[in-house]
């Protein structure tokens, strides 16, 4: 009757059912410890039953097709963002070299009215 519970104590209940000779848990088999065989926990819990060949097939592909879309939509994150810096450097150097040629300009308008040589 106590055997009903879960965990240690059902593990211990069902230990003291296989008492041996001495009276003692597990001594009365070739197992040296009180714990239920594979068959007796499957029994207990269909759960802890292997799974079948190819369900276990079916879960490591859709693992994988799930890690394929996540390391898809993370390289796509990155490189757009790669793309948008190297996009952003490019803008910049065209504003820097607008920047310089407007101030050349300007030196040689100023250069030009005060009536100075060029130093180029």
């Known amino acids: 009757a106590g055997a009903r519970g879960r965990g240690p104590e059902r593990c211990l209940a ?3 059912r296989r ?7 597990g001594h009365g088999h070739t197992r040296s410890s009180g714990m239920p065989t594979h068959e007796e ?5 269909p759960l802890e039953a292997p799974a079948p060949f190819w369900d276990n097939v079916y879960y490591v592909a859709n693992g994988l097709a799930a890690f394929a879309i996540t390391a898809f939509i993370l390289a796509s994150v990155v490189l757009c963002c790669f793309c948008l810096i190297t996009r952003v450097e490019r803008m910049e150097d065209r504003w820097a070299a607008k920047a310089a040629a407007r101030a050349h300009e300007a030196a040689e308008s100023v250069a030009g009215k005060t009536g100075e040589a060029k130093t180029d």
């Open 14 to 16: 069902l230990a003291g």
């Open 41 to 45: 926990v499957i029994a207990q819990n």
């Open 19 to 25: 008492r041996g000779a001495a009276g003692r848990p």
